[in-house]
């Protein structure tokens, strides 16, 4: 069974920084595109960055530099580093992949910028 763990979420002032971590299990992690989205409460889920399996990023707009994805193969880890966050950053965020032409989702972490 494939089991996506989130966690490093929390308070943070804006324009703090915040690395969140989501810990996979149940696959041949190296081999899987991983990706980072978000939701906020009467919202869709966001795609906020992807990494494919040779480690090519892809981010939407609104992060491109100030967040960056990465992935540890041998922790069969992908990484979250968020910098300058504002308060529309705020949202649960949540590790995704895709497996057997399924998407598979963790429970989220929860990010609040907030003075």
């Known amino acids: 069974q494939v089991h996506l763990v989130e966690s490093g979420g929390g308070l943070v002032q804006p324009g703090g920084s915040l690395r969140l971590s989501c810990v996979v299990s149940?696959?041949?992690?190296?081999?899987?595109?991983m990706n980072w989205y978000r939701q906020t409460p009467g919202k869709q889920r966001e795609l906020v960055a992807g990494?494919?399996?040779?480690?090519?990023?892809n981010y939407v707009d609104s992060v491109k530099d100030r967040f960056t994805i990465s992935r540890d193969n041998a922790r069969a880890t992908v990484y979250l580093r968020m910098n300058s966050l504002r308060p529309d950053d705020t949202a649960v965020y949540y590790c995704?992949?895709?497996?057997?032409?399924?998407?598979?989702w963790g429970r989220g972490t929860q990010v609040t910028v907030s003075s």
């Open positions: 995704n992949t895709d497996y057997r032409g399924n998407q598979v």
């Open positions: 149940g696959i041949n992690f190296r081999l899987h595109p």
């Open positions: 990494i494919t399996s040779d480690s090519n990023t």
